[in-house]
């Protein structure tokens, strides 16, 4: 049972397990290599390091409550799953598309990169390719940057290395933990989703490409 792996732990070591469990439940992911706050450095996660050591107790505590834990020492990610598919977060279309972009620039990056380094891309370098993919029919509002980027950061999808979330030449790190989130099936569909919808408007130029295409 876990309680037995609980009661060695440290008062402190106590208060970190209990820390990281309610970081996992609000933002879904922990990254071993993240951004850091103050140098903007990539460094490794303490949080993700104290989950790795204490694996079992992680996964036996959250069994008990529903839940599945996956570390991937590969790609340096722990993810959260809810067994019975409660407490799922509903994004608005916008933030789907911007996530699919940034998956897509993750996927085109990893296939150049010849050792493991972070992905990097920029706003700029993400609005540009929404509007290829014809995601955007407009330049999009400084408030849907804002929203669907800060939505993004707070599940430790990606993080901002410099600027704001508006200017087209902030620099933004792309987490491994997007792959978890959006899979190549997803990409796949995505794709589908935007050939189907480029045939419909040639034969309807008054539909608009896109529309209530996710949830």
């Known amino acids: 049972m876990w309680e037995n792996e609980w009661e060695q732990l440290s008062e402190k070591d106590r208060e970190m397990f209990a820390r990281i469990v309610n970081i996992l439940m609000q933002k879904t992911f922990i990254v071993r290599d993240e951004v850091d706050p103050r140098s903007k450095n990539i460094v490794i996660n303490r949080d993700y390091r104290f989950l790795e050591r204490h694996r079992s107790l992680f996964q036996r505590y959250l069994n008990v409550i529903g839940w599945d834990i996956q570390l991937d020492a590969h790609s340096g ?88 979330w508006t200017s087209p030449e902030t620099r933004l790190i792309i987490y491994p933990s997007i792959i978890f989130l959006v899979t190549n099936e997803k990409i796949c569909a995505l794709y589908d989703q935007l050939g189907q919808e480029e045939a419909l408007g040639e034969e309807d130029e008054d539909e608009t490409p896109g529309e209530d295409a996710f949830d």
């Open 77 to 164: 990610v722990a993810a959260l799953y809810n067994r019975y598919e409660y407490n799922r977060k509903r994004i608005d279309k916008n933030t789907t598309f911007f996530l699919y972009v940034l998956r897509l620039i993750y996927e085109e990056q990893m296939e150049k990169l010849s050792i493991h380094k972070e992905v990097m891309t920029s706003v700029g370098e993400v609005v540009e390719k929404m509007h290829y993919l014809g995601l955007l029919e407009r330049k999009p509002s400084d408030k849907m940057l804002r929203d669907c980027f800060s939505t993004l950061k707070g599940y430790n999808i990606i993080e901002r290395l410099d600027g704001n």
